[in-house]
Structure formats: C-alpha cells, structure tokens
C-alpha cells in the first residue's frame, strides 16, 4: 500500500525494495523499549527504603538456608539474578548465563513468581529446541524466560544447549526475511522443576545455580517488585557485578553434583573393583558387563563408562606407554594417590 501511495504521489519509479529500507531504517530511529522505560522510571532511595534485593528470595519464595554459608550463596543469587536481568536490559548482548534454578514440589508457584517478576508481557515459557532458528525468534521481545522442568537437559544435545544459554546475541534470518539479523539478547533465563537429580553432566553446570523453594508468596512478590527491581537498578549502576564470587562458585558447583542423575553402572562399579588400585576403560567393561564384547564397545559407552568411574572415587592418570595396555586411559583411585 506505501508503494502505490509513493507511485501515485510524483515518485513512478519508487520500488517496494527502497520502501522496505526506509521503513527498516525509521523503525531503528524509533525504537521503543518498554522494558528499559520501566525501569528507568523506578526509584530507590537510599534513605528511605528498606533493602530487600538479598532477601528477597528467602521473603517470597521460602528459600530456608540450613548454615552460615548457604545464606551466603542464597543471598548471593537473590542479587545477581535480578542485577543480571537489569544489565541484560540496559545492556543488551552482556554476558549473564547464571540460570538460578527453582526447586521445589509441583503447584508451587514456582512459574508464576518468574512471571509475576518479568510481567507477563516479556515473559516466555515455551522455549522451541534450543540452538533452532525458531529458538532464536522466541526470545525476541522476551526478558525472562522459563526453562520448564528443566526440559533442555537432553544427553544427545547437551553441547549444543549449553552453547544456546551461553550466547550473548541471535544471528539469524526470520521466517519470510530478506536479510540476517543481529539481536543482542536482552533476556535472562530461570529454570524451574519438582526433581532433585536433574542434571545430568558433569561438565558445564557452573550455570547453574539451585534454589530449594517452599512456601511460595506470590501476592507479597507481586506487591514488592517493583521496589525490588528499582533497587537492582540502583546496585547496576553502582557497578555492583552480576555473578558468583569463587568461593560461592566452589559451593555452587557443590550444589550441582548433589543434583546429578544417578547412573545405574556406578554401583556395579562399586561392587566389581573393590580389589583394584588401578583400571581402564576395557578392563571396567570386563569386570562389570562380562557379556560385552569388548571390542565392540561404542565411544558414548565408553565416555559413560568414563564419567561413571570419574563419579566413584577414580581419576584420570595419564596412559599406559607400554605393554598390552598402551595408549589406553589409566584410571588410579584417589584414595591411592
């Protein structure tokens, strides 16, 4: 319709390719951020309001340390969960891949409270496989969104999704586009589930970040956010960083190996080495699957083989040099070392 409008109005030879640029080229001039207007219409004084932002998980989502140190880490991610969503705002594409994870029983409240924070217009629980174009349209718009159950561990995918939360911008052409686009994210992510073993690798979970929940207060949530953003904007802009110190990362990681599926061969490896100081790989398979030919293991049998004598007291020691065994993995108990 512009183009006949243009065609008709002294501009004949006006094309729909020149009109789609100009279009293109007002719309970046005139961009609106309803998210960042927002905040940046928040206030939090210093002198008057009462700071919530460390407590705020332990007020509304009866979060109950049990020591000392949990408080620590609690406290620690009640701050860098919302900071982080406030940098991802005023500074779309900043790195912020912690995903505080929300445990708890089903019926909690547990996705409404991520909603109730994110306001249900910018707020998206209906993530597509991560690492799809259609993945990379979705969080467009979004500024947090819901992992569901913890949906996105899949073994066969594990690479490629860490890589997804991880990335700092979106590259890709949308359904009937003309040309790629670059979208700087300016989401952040919350993962939600009733399980208590819902990881399932070892490598990569520095992520994310547990939280057992009880008691769920969502209209207190509801009453308090936005005190409880306009003081993460206030610590943003002090310069106040949005991830886990090293010795609150060290507890974390703690946290996530608690939170490991369990393999069902750790216990025949248990039960079957008892005697050994040292073993390979093959002679694992050996001892604890005797009806397997040996060489005929596959390579993910033999990493989880690996993985699962890594989780049972045993480390990697270099490789045999020499004799029947060379070149193979040595794997020696820590207990031996």
């Not at 992992?147 to 594990?158: G, P, T, V």
């Not at 399980?195 to 209209?219: A, C, H, M, Q, V």
């Not at 002090?238 to 190996?257: M, N, P, R, S, V």
Request: net charge positive; glycine share 6%; with cysteine.
């Amino acid at each position: 319709k512009i183009v006949r409008w243009i065609n008709r109005n002294g501009f004949p030879r006006v094309s729909k390719h020149v009109v789609v640029d100009v279009v293109n080229e007002l719309c970046r001039e005139q961009i609106i951020a309803p998210v960042r207007h927002y905040l940046e219409d928040l206030k939090f004084d210093t002198s008057k309001e009462k700071p919530q932002l460390s407590n705020w998980m332990i007020n509304y989502l009866g979060v109950k340390p049990e020591n000392e140190e949990e408080r620590k880490y609690i406290e620690a991610v009640s701050r860098l969960s919302l900071i982080q969503a406030v940098a991802r705002i005023f500074k779309p594409g900043c790195k912020a891949d912690s995903v505080p994870v929300l445990e708890g029983e089903q019926g909690l409240g547990k996705s409404t409270a991520i909603r109730v924070l994110h306001d249900h217009k910018f707020f998206g629980d209906a993530l597509p496989p991560m690492g799809t174009k259609d993945a990379s349209d979705y969080i467009r718009g979004k500024w947090g969104i819901e992992l569901s159950e913890l949906a996105f561990q899949r073994k066969a995918d594990e690479e490629a999704q860490k890589a997804f939360i991880s990335r700092q911008e979106e590259r890709f052409r949308p359904a009937y586009g003309r040309e790629e686009i670059r979208y700087p994210r300016q989401c952040v992510f919350w993962g939600t589930t009733n399980r208590s073993d819902y990881l399932t690798d070892d490598s990569g979970n520095r992520r994310f970040l547990p939280i057992r929940t009880e008691t769920i207060n969502i209209p207190a949530l509801r009453t308090n956010r936005d005190k409880l953003w306009a003081e993460a904007v206030h610590c943003y802009s002090q310069g106040e960083k949005w991830w886990l110190d090293d010795i609150l990362l060290k507890y974390a990681q703690k946290q996530t190996e608690k939170r490991l599926e369990s393999d069902p061969w750790m216990e025949e490896i248990l039960l079957k080495t008892l005697d050994r100081s040292e073993i390979t790989i093959k002679e694992a398979f050996e001892l604890c699957f005797h009806e397997k030919e040996v060489d005929k293991i596959s390579q993910a049998d033999s990493r989880r083989m690996s993985r699962c004598l890594l989780k049972t007291g045993w480390c990697k020691a270099g490789q045999y040099t020499g004799g029947p065994k060379r070149n193979q993995t040595k794997f020696v108990r820590i207990t031996d070392k």
